[in-house]
């Protein structure tokens, strides 16, 4: 099994910038591939960005593209999403998602996920 657990969410003013944090621990050799995805107020969860453990290859959502930015330390065993030039619609429950093959951008393609971490962004 694989835990994952997301920091660095809170509160900031648009324009601004957050990094969130996930760290994987447990049987993390299994994992492949791992992501972010987003849940705001009534919206249906989403896909943001994610990363290929081994090579680094990343893959971002076009409404985050050029704002967002996952990366990878593999010695920490932790992904991270740096978040820049936030607006009010990245207010969201985002949540680290880690999957043991190649996978889509869908969220049913990942077996781990973690609690989620909110982040608010005000206008």
């Known amino acids: 099994q694989v835990q994952l657990v997301e920091s660095g969410g809170g509160l900031v003013q648009a324009g601004g910038s957050l990094r969130l944090s996930c760290a994987a621990s447990?049987?993390?050799?299994?994992?492949?591939?791992m992501g972010w995805f987003r849940q705001g107020p009534g919206k249906e969860r989403e896909f943001v960005a994610r990363i290929r453990w081994n090579s680094g290859t990343t893959d971002h959502a076009d409404t985050v593209k050029g704002r967002f930015t996952i990366s990878r330390d593999n010695a920490k065993n932790t992904i991270y999403l740096q978040m820049n030039s936030l607006i009010p619609e990245d207010t969201a429950v985002y949540y680290c998602a880690g999957s043991r093959g190649i996978v889509s951008r869908r969220e049913v393609s990942y077996d781990y996920w973690g609690q989620g971490t909110q982040v608010t962004v005000s206008s």
């Open positions: 447990g049987r993390t050799v299994d994992i492949y591939t």
